[in-house]
């Protein structure tokens, strides 16, 4: 999990495999609270429909609000 999106997207996809990956796209900064308001949802989902991130990037914007992508495309 990262709020370093540039970095850590180009690095997920640009190579064949990875762990998979959590960004929180914010500009500011967030108490651990908030980071977990933002990412709980998150893991709800994941566990909930027994999806496995490996390649792919959760993309959060705030809480209850994010999007799975593959990476690499």
Request: glycine share 8%.
């Amino acid at each position: 999990m990262t709020i370093n999106t540039a970095d850590f997207l180009f690095l997920a996809g640009s190579v064949e495999i990875h762990p998979g990956l959590i960004v929180l796209r914010t500009t500011a900064g967030l108490s651990r609270d908030e980071q977990w308001a933002w990412v709980e949802p998150v893991v709800d989902s994941l566990l909930g429909e027994d999806e496995q991130l490996v390649n792919k990037a959760v993309l959060v914007t705030g809480p209850g609000k994010f999007e799975i992508t593959r990476l690499p495309k």
